[in-house]
């Protein structure tokens, strides 16, 4: 069993910037894939970013390509996601998610699920 807590989320102004991280129990964590999701008022459930279980390979949406940055710490049992130059349309709730394989950007791939953390982005 994997469980996910995620950290970092709060109030910010636009072109700002916040760090979220996510801690993962178990001792498989360098097994899994991990992703960032969001979920906006209103809106559905998406892909934000991915990371494989090495790191080597990062996946990122276009809505926030060049602004968001994937990490991950096996050592740490960490993932994390830097988020710049943020936009009120970011505003979200923002969830890490795990899976054993490779990345993907499919919300029904992933097996684990944190709780969330609430971002709101004012302007």
């Known amino acids: 069993q994997v469980q996910l807590v995620e950290s970092g989320g709060g109030l910010v102004q636009a072109g700002g910037s916040l760090r979220l991280s996510c801690a993962a129990s178990g001792r498989t964590f360098s097994s899994l894939a991990m992703a960032w999701f969001r979920r906006a008022p209103g809106k559905e459930r998406e892909f934000v970013a991915g990371?494989?279980?090495?790191?080597?390979?990062?996946s990122t949406a276009d809505s926030v390509k060049g602004r968001f940055t994937i990490y991950r710490d096996n050592a740490k049992n960490t993932v994390a996601l830097q988020m710049n130059s943020l936009k009120s349309e970011d505003t979200a709730v923002y969830s890490c998610?795990?899976?054993?394989?490779?990345?993907?950007?499919?919300?029904?791939?992933?097996?684990?699920w944190g709780q969330g953390t609430q971002v709101t982005v004012s302007s």
């Open positions: 998610a795990a899976r054993y394989g490779s990345i993907s950007s499919h919300i029904y791939d992933y097996d684990y």
């Open positions: 990371i494989s279980v090495g790191g080597r390979m990062t």
